[in-house]
Nanobody, 128 residues
Framework: QALLVESGGGSVQPGGSLRLSCAAS????????MGWYRQAPGRQRELVAG????????YYGESVKGRFAMSRDNAKKSAVLQMNNLKPEDTAVYYC?????????????????????WGKGTRVTVSS
C-alpha cells in the first residue's frame, strides 16, 4: 500500500518561513507528478505548487508565486515546499499528493481529483 507522509507544518508569524516535506513509501512504482495542495476552512482545495516528470519545472499558484519554492527528488520519491514571507491567508491544511498513473510528457499539473495518493495533511497557521 502506498503512503505519503507530510511534515514541517506549524505556527509562524506573518513574514516567517516554514519548510514542508513529503515522502512517499510503499507500493508506488513511479511518480509522474507530485504536488502540494491546501485547504483553508470554508474554502475549496487549491493547488499550491506541483512538478510533473515531463515538464520538470514547478508550477505555482498565483497567490504564492515569488514566495514559495518546490523541489522534488524523483529517486527518493519525495518533495519539499519552502514557504517564505508567509501571510495570514496562507493558513490552511497542506496536503502532499502524487500521481502514479501515466501522464503525457507535455501534460500540465493535474487537478486534485486526478492525483492517485494523498497524505493526511499538515497544518500551517500564520498569525501574529
Amino acid at each position: 500500500q502506498a503512503l505519503l507522509v507530510e511534515s514541517g507544518g506549524g505556527s509562524v508569524q506573518p513574514g516567517g518561513s516554514l519548510r514542508l516535506s513529503c515522502a512517499a513509501s510503499g507500493s508506488i512504482f513511479s511518480i509522474n507528478a507530485m504536488g502540494w495542495y491546501r485547504q483553508a476552512p470554508g474554502r475549496q482545495r487549491e493547488l499550491v505548487a506541483g512538478i510533473t516528470t515531463g515538464e520538470g519545472s514547478p508550477y505555482y499558484g498565483e497567490s504564492v508565486k515569488g514566495r514559495f519554492a518546490m523541489s522534488r527528488d524523483n529517486a527518493k520519491k519525495s518533495a519539499v515546499l519552502q514557504m517564505n514571507n508567509l501571510k495570514p491567508e496562507d493558513t490552511a491544511v497542506y496536503y502532499c499528493a502524487a500521481r502514479e498513473a501515466y501522464l503525457p510528457a507535455t501534460a500540465t499539473m493535474p487537478r486534485g481529483r486526478d492525483m492517485d495518493y494523498w497524505g493526511k495533511g499538515t497544518r500551517v497557521t500564520v498569525s501574529s
